[in-house]
């Protein structure tokens, strides 16, 4: 059994990360990563079956920070409203500064047909915007004829798109600022009560 708290999977990964934002994932190769990463190539076996394995364990972990980031600014925040802006502002940032590799992950697993994966990574993620939901519609700040656990999906879905199609797709006809108040705008025209 592989020891994944002995800080050398992190090293991989971060490695791996880094030298594929810069060469891209056709020019990577192992050799690059565990160099980077400062392990024997080896190692990188004990953690990883191939270069292709790397995939879902980067998505996995640029979700974990994601949602560190969005859970630790939520915290002393009661409006379901300053919530879902912390969310639509750590999910445009994470889209920027990652925007090489999420491409990458969202063409890997599409390929490998791991939609169970991504439903496994995004899982907590889910349950945690659908447990804030829960709660907005007992605090009367939305609608109550929501299902909580689709609009959930739907919200996190719609909300890296948007940043995708900013950032990846290049739509930036106009400021960042004003997009994300587009996107904000559309959600809580939605959501509250007419």
């Known amino acids: 059994m592989v020891n ?29 990563i565990v160099k980077k990463a400062g392990v024997a190539q080896g190692t990188f076996y004990l953690y990883f079956s191939s270069k292709k394995a790397l995939i879902p364990a980067i998505a996995d972990n640029l979700l974990t ?24 502002n750590e999910t445009f940032y994470i889209t920027d500064s990652y925007k090489e590799v999420l491409v990458l992950c969202y063409s890997g697993l ?16 889910y349950d945690w915007l659908e447990d804030i939901l829960l709660k907005a519609i007992n605090n009367n700040e939305i609608i109550n004829d929501l299902h909580p656990k ?7 879905n719609l909300i890296e798109n948007a940043a995708e199609r900013f950032y990846i797709g290049f739509e930036q006809e106009e400021p960042l600022d004003v997009f994300k108040t587009r996107v904000f705008n559309f959600i809580k025209r939605s959501l509250c009560k007419i």
Not at 110 to 125: L, N, Q, R, T, V
Not at 150 to 156: G, N, Q
């Open 4 to 32: 994944l708290s002995d800080g050398k999977y992190n090293l991989i990964l971060n490695a791996a990360i880094d030298v594929i934002t810069e060469k891209g994932y056709d020019k990577t190769v192992i050799s690059d």
């Open 150 to 156: 689709w609009t959930a999906k739907l919200l996190i």
């Open 110 to 125: 599409a390929i490998d047909h791991s939609m169970e994966k991504w439903e496994e990574i995004y899982s907590p993620y």
């Open 65 to 88: 920070i994601t949602f560190s980031n969005i859970k630790e600014k939520v915290q002393d925040k009661r409006s379901f409203w300053e919530v879902l802006g912390i969310v639509i």
